[in-house]
């Protein structure tokens, strides 16, 4: 609904292994002179920090921004994969994804707090706070697994392309997935979405309770779906609308091998 300010991306990975993703948290009001938000992945992806490390300094920094959610990952072969996340409208500190332990974030007096919707196969949280079942998060435009119906309706459509696509070709399954985050199905009622954006949100409630939204003057304008193998190997799918037609689509596919040292190179979209 506005220009972006300040360039950057919303979603982007290095042949480095360094991937970032950003949604919007949804605000009734927002603060006109706040910073960019599509710096906090252009910065991540081209700095030499660690993903924990690089949130740690973002969230110092996090009341010079309007309401975002950001994740950080170091994605290694070698070494395993490290995944993080922070939030600057939930807990002061970001907290670390990791394989093998019970999952656990902080709730924020909530029931319980999703790519712009995100979702993704990931690893137990490790935290402070409620248990979330293990395996796969969803983040949209409120905290991490924030329990919106979309959200839950969204991660129940991607588990089971998941599970279909299993031994099938990786370009079924995007196929499936891009399926997935094109599904206009209305989620409602959701008192919770309807909580957090007010007077804000209701002129679009019907669309916006959708996994894709679809409005005159508000939507989802690109799908992005990112595999990464055990060898490495990535596979970035892009779908985007050409000139806000939303009958009028491109699709773009590029592959590349996470390398261990040498210069950056990123795929990047703004």
Same mark, same amino acid.
């Given at each position: 609904?506005?220009?972006?300010?300040?360039?950057?991306?919303?979603?982007?990975?290095?042949?480095?292994?360094?991937?970032?993703?950003?949604?919007?948290?949804?605000?009734?009001?927002?603060?006109?002179?706040?910073?960019?938000?599509?710096?906090?992945?252009?910065?991540?992806?081209?700095?030499?920090?660690? @993903?924990? #490390?690089?949130? =740690?300094?973002?969230?110092?920094?996090?009341? &010079?921004?309007?309401?975002? *959610?950001?994740? %950080?990952?170091?994605?290694?072969?070698?070494?395993?994969?490290?995944?993080?996340?922070?939030?600057?409208?939930?807990?002061?500190?970001?907290?670390?994804?990791?394989?093998?332990?019970?999952?656990?974030?902080?709730?924020?007096?909530?029931?319980?707090?999703?790519?712009?919707?995100?979702?993704?196969?990931?690893?137990?949280?490790?935290?402070?706070?409620?248990?979330?079942?293990?395996?796969?998060?969803?983040?949209?435009?409120?905290?991490?697994?924030?329990?919106?119906?979309?959200?839950?309706?969204?991660?129940?459509?991607?588990?089971?392309?998941?599970?279909? @696509?299993? #031994?099938?070709? =990786?370009?079924?399954?995007?196929?499936?997935? &891009?399926?997935?985050?094109? *599904?206009?199905? %209305?989620?409602?009622?959701?008192?919770?979405?309807?909580?957090?954006?007010?007077?804000?949100?209701?002129?679009?409630?019907?669309?916006?309770?959708?996994?894709?939204?679809?409005?005159?003057?508000?939507?989802?304008?690109?799908?992005?779906?990112?595999?990464?193998?055990?060898?490495?190997?990535?596979?970035?799918?892009?779908?985007?609308?050409?000139?806000?037609?939303?009958?009028?689509?491109?699709?773009?596919?590029?592959?590349?091998?996470?390398?261990?040292?040498?210069?950056?190179?990123?795929?990047?979209?703004?």
């Amino acid at each position: 609904m506005e220009e972006g300010k300040a360039g950057g991306t919303w979603l982007g990975i290095s042949t480095r292994g360094k991937l970032g993703a950003l949604t919007n948290y949804l605000q009734p009001r927002q603060e006109p002179d706040a910073r960019g938000r599509g710096e906090l992945v252009s910065h991540f992806l081209t700095s030499d920090m660690d @993903s924990l #490390s690089y949130l =740690k300094k973002v969230s110092t920094e996090g009341h &010079l921004y309007n309401g975002f *959610n950001l994740i %950080a990952a170091d994605l290694s072969t070698a070494k395993g994969d490290v995944v993080c996340y922070y939030g600057n409208r939930g807990e002061p500190e970001p907290i670390v994804l990791t394989p093998g332990e019970p999952a656990l974030v902080s709730r924020q007096g909530r029931d319980c707090s999703y790519v712009g919707n995100t979702m993704c196969h990931l690893w137990p949280l490790h935290g402070q706070a409620d248990l979330l079942p293990i395996g796969t998060y969803g983040l949209s435009n409120a905290l991490l697994e924030t329990p919106w119906k979309k959200l839950c309706f969204g991660k129940q459509l991607f588990t089971e392309a998941v599970e279909r @696509s299993e #031994s099938l070709p =990786k370009d079924i399954l995007v196929t499936q997935l &891009l399926e997935v985050l094109n *599904n206009e199905e %209305a989620q409602l009622p959701d008192p919770a979405i309807e909580d957090q954006g007010q007077e804000y949100i209701q002129p679009i409630l019907s669309k916006y309770a959708a996994v894709c939204v679809r409005s005159a003057t508000y939507g989802t304008r690109t799908n992005t779906i990112i595999l990464v193998d055990a060898d490495g190997h990535v596979t970035f799918t892009e779908r985007s609308m050409l000139d806000k037609d939303t009958s009028c689509w491109e699709t773009n596919t590029y592959e590349f091998t996470l390398q261990k040292t040498g210069d950056p190179v990123f795929v990047c979209v703004q």
